[in-house]
């Protein structure tokens, strides 16, 4: 059974810093690109980030472009979003994705429950 399960979100002042993680299980991790989606309240999904297997990066957010750095560790089986300067308008729960494939994405088959984040002072 594919899991996914994230860590690190929390209550944040405006113009603060997070990292958030997600640790993966079931499946073999190194196999497949990963991604950090987010839900702010009341709005739809929104896709912050995506690298590939081998931890190249294919997309930003324009929203996030410079403020946001993910990366993975496969050894560890993790996928890690940096998050710099963060807004109000960064409050969202974020969610680790897995993609179905090991490059650009091609459709995310599995979620984690989601970690909040919350930036407001």
């Known amino acids: 059974e594919v899991q996914l399960v994230e860590s690190g979100g929390v209550l944040v002042q405006p113009g603060g810093s997070l990292r958030l993680s997600c640790v993966g299980s079931?499946?073999?991790?190194?196999?497949?690109?990963m991604g950090w989606v987010r839900q702010a309240p009341g709005k739809g999904l929104e896709l912050v980030s995506h690298?590939?297997?081998?931890?190249?990066?294919?997309y930003y957010g324009e929203s996030v472009k410079d403020r946001f750095t993910i990366s993975r560790d496969n050894a560890k089986n993790a996928v890690y979003l940096q998050m710099d300067s963060l807004k109000p308008d960064d409050t969202a729960r974020y969610f680790c994705?897995?993609?179905?494939?090991?490059?650009?994405?091609?459709?995310?088959?599995?979620w984690g429950q989601g970690t909040q984040v919350t930036v407001s002072s």
């Open positions: 994705v897995k993609d179905r494939n090991v490059g650009l994405p091609e459709g995310y088959d599995s």
């Open positions: 079931g499946f073999i991790f190194d196999r497949y690109a």
């Open positions: 690298l590939n297997w081998d931890g190249e990066v294919t």
